[in-house]
């Protein structure tokens, strides 16, 4: 069994790896043109395969990890989004979808669970419990601010480019900050929360560029 986690865990890096490349690549090209579509594509296919090996590996014996689960649904979550906010476009789609709706809240309940666990390891002074509270905080806004969207798509233009760009940016963060952590080993509760904050920082800037 540790041989298959260690396989699963090496894949999981492999893919992850490439996902933050690729990632990088998509976000300095200009963006809608061929070099920025198939980076994209690569960062979303590495991305999934990535999270999803990080979700067995967080489930297997000795390995077992809620945070790393909870966060690799949650990454899973943003790159659905991220792809799906593309789709929105008021000329082929009158209205969200099942499976759109489905997503936001799959991920409106993790956050909620997210949110119990932080207040609970607050109280119980359980280490990085804040990191609970913070994801938690994050997801719950991302996946309210989806049913916004889904009510104001057909009259805020650019409402799916903003959307993609801040789901898409948030996983190239969860892929950074993994890099961080798992890569160089440096897990203090500073480093899980930095990325987020510097990527969000560029999505504000991003997104009021796009308003304009």
Same mark, same amino acid.
């Given at each position: ?18 996902? *933050? ?8 090209? !200009? ?5 920025? !579509? ?18 067995? @590996? ?13 966060? +690799? ?6 790159? =659905?989004?991220?792809?799906?906010? *593309?789709?929105?476009?008021? !000329? ?5 979808? /099942? @499976?759109?709706? @489905?997503?936001?809240?799959? %991920?409106?309940?993790?956050? *909620?669970?997210?949110?119990? $666990?932080?207040? $609970? +390891? ?15 905080? *994050? +997801?719950?806004? %991302?996946?309210?601010?989806?049913? !916004? ?12 480019? =903003? ?8 996983? $190239?963060? /969860?892929?950074?900050?993994?890099? =961080?952590?798992? +890569? ?29």
């Amino acid at each position: 069994m540790e041989q298959i986690a260690t396989v699963l865990i090496y894949t999981h890096a492999f893919f992850g790896g490439l996902g *933050l490349f690729t990632g990088f690549i998509s976000v300095i090209v !200009k963006k809608g043109g061929s070099p920025h !579509k198939k980076a994209g594509k690569v960062f979303t296919y590495s991305m999934l395969l990535s999270s999803l090996l990080s979700l067995i @590996i967080a489930l297997m014996p000795n390995h077992e990890n809620t945070f790393l689960l909870l966060i +690799g649904i949650f990454t899973i979550y943003m790159i =659905l989004s991220g792809n799906r906010a *593309l789709t929105f476009n008021p !000329k082929y789609k009158t209205k969200a979808h /099942a @499976i759109d709706k @489905i997503i936001s809240v799959g %991920m409106l309940i993790i956050a *909620l669970i997210m949110l119990s $666990l932080g207040v $609970l +390891g607050l109280i119980q002074k359980i280490e990085n419990s804040i990191l609970y509270l913070f994801f938690g905080i *994050l +997801g719950s806004f %991302m996946a309210t601010n989806d049913f !916004k969207i889904y009510r104001q798509f057909k009259e805020r233009k650019n409402a799916r480019i =903003l959307s993609h760009i801040g789901r898409m940016v948030g996983a $190239l963060i /969860a892929s950074f900050t993994a890099f =961080l952590v798992a +890569g160089l080993h440096i897990g203090s509760t500073i480093v899980w929360i930095a990325p987020t904050i510097v990527g969000t920082a560029y999505i504000i800037y991003t997104s009021r560029k796009y308003k304009k």
